[in-house]
C-alpha cells in the first residue's frame, strides 16, 4: 500500500477493532461493499477481551425490565453457537437459594415487591427466582440447551464445595464463550470477504470533504500517515466513543456513554466439576464462578464507576477483596488474595441513560445516525457480547440505504472460521486429530480444536513429530501456531499470543514468553508475520 495516497475509496470505514466493529466490518463485507477498518492496538485489546467469557441472556436484567434485551440475547446464544462451536459451547449454571437471603439492593422489580408485599423487603422469593428462569427458558425459544431443573445440594456434586446452608439451588444454561477469538474470527472473516483489517493504526482525524470522509490514518510502527476516504464512517470505539466524536471527529455531541469497569480475579481451581455458580450477594449484585482453562476458576464481575478511556483498567486491591469476600460467602473453604493467580479489567462503554447506578445502567445498545444529507457518520454506543451480531445487522440497516443495491442480512448460521461442523461434534473432532497426530496429547488436541475448529489441522500440516511443529515456548505452544496466528490472525507481539489468540499466559512463565517475543521479532524481521494491513 502507498504512503500519504488519497486515491482509494471505500464505502465503509470502521474505527474500533473491537467485537462490534469487527462483527460490522464482517456484516458489511459480506453484502458486498468495500470496507476498511483500523484498529488503534491489537485486535480485542479493551474490552473485547476483558469479559465474562459467557453468551448469556442476561438474567439479572429481568428485574430491570429490559424484556426485549434480554428475549434478543436468548434467541442469539443458540444462533451463535451453531456458528462457532468450537469458540463457544453449552454450560450449566447453578444458583443457589435458601429463605433467609437478603439483599440491601434496590431494583424496580424490588421496588414493586416491597409495596405489594413489605415482608419480603430485602429478599427475592423462590417463586420470583423460579418465574425469571421460566421467562428464561421460554423468552429466546430453546432448541439446543437443556432447561431449568431443580438440585438438592445436600446430595448432589454441585453442593460439596457449598455451605451447608444451602441446600437447594436452580441449575439453567447459558454459553461460554472465548470472547477475543471471537473478534479475531469475525475479523479474519471479513478480511476473506474482500475487507481490509488494519491493528496498531490510529485515526487521526476524519472530517468531511464534499460527499466523503477523509481518514487520516498513523502507522504506531512506523509513523507513516495516508488518508483514506469513505462514504460512510462507523465510530465503534468502544469506551473510546465519545472521545473520537469529540476529539477525532471534532464533532459536538449530546450523546454521552458511562464507563463501567469490570473486574475478575483467576484464582486455583476451587472445585472439580465443569458447572458454573451464579452467586447472589447481600447488595444485590450478582457473580459468577467459572471453571477457566482446566486448572482454575473465573470470579466477577464488578461493577465501578470508570472516569477516563484513557486510564488503563485494573482490578484495585478493594475490588479483588469484594470479590474473595463475595465468593466466601458461598464456598465453604473461604476464597482469599492468596488463592488469585491473575486478575483483569476492562471497561464497558454503557450508553449513558441517566440511571442512578452503574448495575442498573442498561446493557442495551444505541445506534445514532449523524449525517443524513448523504455523508454518514454511525456511533456505535453500548452493546454486549452476546447481540454483537444483532447489532451488526441493525448498524447495516441504517446505513444500507445509503448503498442502493447492497445485500440483506446474512450471518445468522453462517460458520466463523473453523466452525464448519455440528454443535455436538467437538468430541469427534479431537478424536480424528489425535488419529492423523498421534504425537499429540488428549489435552493439546482438545485445546488445538477449541481454539481453532477445523482449521487445527492446518496448523499442525504434515508434522509427523511435536518437533515438526518447530521450538516449543511453553504449555504445548509450538513455532507453527504462533506461525499461524501472525499470518492469519494479526499477531505481531507474544501478549498478542499468550492473552488473547491463547490464554496460555496463565500456564507460561515470564522467561518462556519473553523467548516468544524474542523469536517473533526475529519472525516479523524475516518477513514470516502478516503485515498490520490485510486483505482478502
Given amino acids: 500500500m502507498s504512503q ?3 486515491d482509494r475509496c471505500v464505502d465503509l470505514f470502521v474505527i474500533g477493532g473491537g467485537i462490534n466493529g469487527c462483527g460490522i466490518a464482517r456484516d458489511a463485507a459480506g453484502r458486498g461493499l468495500s470496507v476498511e477498518l483500523a484498529e488503534m492496538s491489537d485486535l480485542a485489546s479493551a474490552t473485547s477481551s476483558a469479559s465474562t467469557k459467557l453468551f448469556h441472556g442476561g438474567l439479572r436484567y429481568l428485574e430491570y425490565f429490559e424484556i426485549r434485551l434480554v428475549r434478543e440475547a436468548l434467541i442469539e446464544r443458540e444462533t451463535l453457537l451453531r456458528a462457532m462451536p468450537h469458540i463457544s459451547w453449552p454450560m450449566r449454571f447453578v444458583l443457589p437459594w435458601h429463605r433467609d437471603m437478603r439483599f440491601e439492593g434496590e431494583t424496580p422489580t424490588s421496588r414493586i415487591l416491597n409495596v405489594i408485599m413489605p415482608w419480603m423487603k430485602g429478599r427475592r422469593p423462590a417463586w420470583l427466582i423460579r418465574l425469571g428462569l421460566f421467562l428464561y427458558d421460554h423468552l429466546g425459544g430453546r432448541q439446543i440447551l437443556p432447561g431449568t431443573t431443580t438440585l438438592d445440594l445436600a446430595r448432589a456434586p454441585e453442593g460439596k464445595p457449598l455451605k451447608d446452608k444451602f441446600t437447594q439451588a436452580y441449575e439453567y444454561s447459558d454459553c461460554w464463550i472465548e470472547d477475543s477469538r471471537l473478534v479475531v474470527l469475525n475479523a479474519r472473516d471479513a478480511a476473506a470477504r474482500g475487507a481490509r483489517i488494519r491493528v496498531r493504526t490510529r485515526v487521526q482525524s476524519a472530517e468531511r470533504v464534499g460527499d466523503l470522509w477523509h481518514v487520516t490514518l498513523e502507522d504506531q510502527a512506523t509513523g507513516a500517515t495516508e488518508v483514506v476516504r469513505s462514504r460512510a464512517l462507523v465510530n465503534a470505539g468502544g469506551p473510546w466513543v465519545r472521545d473520537v466524536i469529540t476529539n477525532t471527529l471534532r464533532l459536538n455531541s449530546s450523546e454521552g456513554v458511562r464507563l463501567v469497569r469490570g473486574s475478575h480475579i483467576v484464582t486455583r481451581k476451587l472445585y472439580d466439576h465443569d458447572k458454573c455458580y451464579f452467586f447472589q450477594g447481600t447488595d444485590g449484585r450478582i457473580i459468577f464462578a467459572i471453571p477457566y482453562e482446566g486448572e482454575f476458576t473465573l470470579i466477577g464481575t464488578t461493577d465501578a464507576e470508570h472516569g477516563d478511556a484513557g486510564e488503563r483498567p485494573e482490578c484495585t486491591p478493594e475490588e479483588a477483596e469484594y470479590l474473595c469476600r463475595f465468593a466466601s460467602e458461598y464456598f465453604e473453604r473461604p476464597v482469599t488474595r492468596e488463592d488469585i493467580v491473575w486478575t483483569y479489567s476492562g471497561v464497558r462503554p454503557l450508553y449513558d441513560d441517566g440511571a442512578k447506578s452503574a448495575t442498573a445502567a442498561t446493557r442495551d445498545y444505541v445506534l445514532s445516525l449523524v449525517g443524513g444529507e448523504g455523508v454518514p457518520l454511525l456511533n456505535v454506543f453500548g452493546g454486549k457480547i452476546t447481540t454483537y451480531r444483532k447489532l451488526a445487522e441493525a448498524a447495516l440497516a441504517k446505513l444500507t440505504p445509503f448503498f442502493p443495491g447492497t445485500g440483506g442480512d446474512w450471518t445468522a448460521g453462517v460458520p466463523l472460521p473453523g466452525g464448519d461442523f455440528p454443535v455436538d461434534g467437538v468430541e ?17 488436541a482438545r485445546r488445538l480444536v477449541r481454539a481453532y475448529g477445523t482449521e487445527a489441522v492446518d496448523i499442525l500440516g504434515d508434522a509427523r513429530s511435536a518437533a515438526d511443529l518447530g521450538p516449543e515456548f511453553g504449555a504445548t505452544l509450538t513455532a507453527a501456531e504462533v506461525r499461524w496466528q501472525m499470518r492469519h490472525e ?10 488473547r489468540r491463547t490464554r496460555l499466559g496463565l500456564k507460561m512463565t515470564g522467561a518462556q514468553i519473553d523467548a516468544l517475543e524474542e523469536w517473533m521479532r526475529q519472525e516479523r524481521g524475516m518477513g514470516g508475520a502478516r503485515p498490520a494491513v490485510a486483505e482478502g
Fill in 4 to 6: 500519504g495516497s488519497q
Fill in 428 to 444: 469427534r473432532l479431537i478424536e480424528s486429530l489425535r488419529r492423523g497426530y498421534p504425537f499429540l496429547t488428549a489435552a493439546w
Fill in 490 to 499: 494479526f499477531a505481531s507481539e507474544a501478549e498478542d499470543v499468550v492473552w
